[in-house]
């Protein structure tokens, strides 16, 4: 199943949730991240239920610090 991450094209290996899909990605499930899928806000809490479909886009965030 192929969707857009971060702007790039990426194949899932299979139809799943958001929460398995980063987790297959490397996003580890404590890390502080948000994540939006066509261009709609992710609550946490909702990754687990959000079922990824076919040409999803999908930004991923990751908090950073500096000045």
Known sequence: MQVIVNGENRI???ECSL???LQEWGYK???PIAVAVNN???PKQ???I???AVGN???VLIPMQGG
């Open 46 to 48: 909702n990754h687990a």
């Open 50 to 52: 959000m079922m990824l």
């Open 19 to 21: 929460a398995d899909a």
């Open 12 to 14: 899932l290996s299979k």
């Open 40 to 42: 709609k806000v992710i």
């Open 29 to 31: 499930s404590d890390m």
């Open 57 to 59: 886009v999908i930004e």
